[in-house]
C-alpha cells in the first residue's frame, strides 16, 4: 500500500497538541501552575482578611476565582501557541513537502525532503487514531503522521494497520472525540 502526501503547520500542531496530552508530565505541570497561580491569589486575600483595606481582599479574592475558572483557557492557548511557534521554527522546511509512505511485508519506506528511511514495524510502539490522523509512535520517541484525508481507501488502510498492531502486539488507541483541552 503506497500514500502520498503533504503535511501543514496545522498537521504538525495536531501531533504535538495530542502528544502533550498523553504526556503525564506535561498535564501534571499543567495542573500544578493553575493551582499555584490560584492558591497564591487565594492565599493574598487572605492576608488582607483582618487588616482595614477590604479593597485587597476582594480584588485578590476576584482574581483567584477569575484564576480558578479561567486560568485553563488562558493556559490552553498559551500551551498552543507555544506549541505553534516551536513547529514554525523547526519543521519550517517540511511544511507543504510531497511525503510517501509504502507499506510493505516487513516494513514502512518513508520517502520525503530528508531523504528515504525504512522503519521495522517491531519500531512502532503504538498506533494512534484521532479524528483526521493517525499518529504511528515509534520506540525511539518519533512518530510518523498520517492524514486520514490524504488515504484513498481508508479501509484498506485500517485492516492493514490492524494486521500490523496484531502481528507485532502493537497498543491501539483510538480517541475519535480527542481534542485539546
Sequence with gaps: MKIQYTLNENDFLEHQLFTASKTERINKQRRKSWIMITFSFFALSVLFLNNENKFLLYYFLGFGIISLIFYPLYQRNHYKRHYLNFIK?????????????????????????????KIN?????ETNEIKDYYFLKLKTGGSVIIPKTKIDNIEIFKIKLNSISEKYNLKNNVELNWKWK
Excluded: C, M, V, W
Excluded at 514495524?121 to 510502539?125: P, R
Design 121 to 125: 514495524y517491531s519500531a512502532l510502539e
Design 89 to 117: 521554527e523547526s519543521y519550517k522546511n517540511r511544511f507543504n513537502e510531497t511525503a510517501t509512505l509504502l507499506f510493505d511485508e516487513d516494513y514502512i519506506e518513508t520517502n520525503d525532503l530528508s531523504g528515504e528511511t
